[in-house]
Every structure is written in C-alpha cells, then in structure tokens.
C-alpha cells in the first residue's frame, strides 16, 4: 500500500474562534475512523510556538528554513492507504472537519518503511 500525505497551511483555515473546538471535534472524529479502519499512520500539527532550524550533516544548527517552506504551517496527517482514490476520499472526509481545503500528496515507495 501507498502512504498519502494529506495536508493544509494553517492560513487555509479560515474558521471563527467560535467553532474552533467543534472543528477540533471533527477531526479527532475522522482520525479516529481512520485508526479503527487501520489505515492511519502519523497526524498532527505544526508547533509554531517552536521555531525551525536548519541542521547540517556535520551536525550545525542554524535558525531558519529552506526559503519555500518559510510558512510550512498547519496540519497533517499521513495515511497508508490501498488507491489514490481512497486518499482522495479521506482528503475530502478531512477536509470537511477542517472547513477547508487539503492538499494531497504521495510518498515514493520505500520496501524498507
């Protein structure tokens, strides 16, 4: 099976304070059934209270990113899942708890991961 990177910046989520704690609700629902149907393996959020670094290989540690992903921000969720048919429809059952949008991605094969 495939692993699926489904994602959003936190910017995308555009949703009143208001209904922060349902939409919270709604996605702790979707990862649930994602773990009950054992397709889930990895999800969470970006920590923006802790701030990126870059680190060499000779193990030097600068403050900062890549420049493209400055605003890597928000949340995701890695999936392994049988079709990209399939990612779809968690990505659209994800994107209606979040309220907005998700961006779907695919992992190359790795026999070793």
Known sequence: MTKYLISFPAPA???PPEDFAAVGEAARAVV???KAAGVYVFGGGINDGAAPVMVAGDGTVTKGTY???REFDGGLC???LPSREAAVHWAA???QACRCSQELREFHYDPDS
């Open 67 to 69: 420049p493209q992903t």
């Open 13 to 15: 989520m555009n949703v």
């Open 78 to 80: 890695i999936l392994e």
């Open 93 to 95: 059952k994800l994107a």
């Open 32 to 34: 649930l059934e994602a």
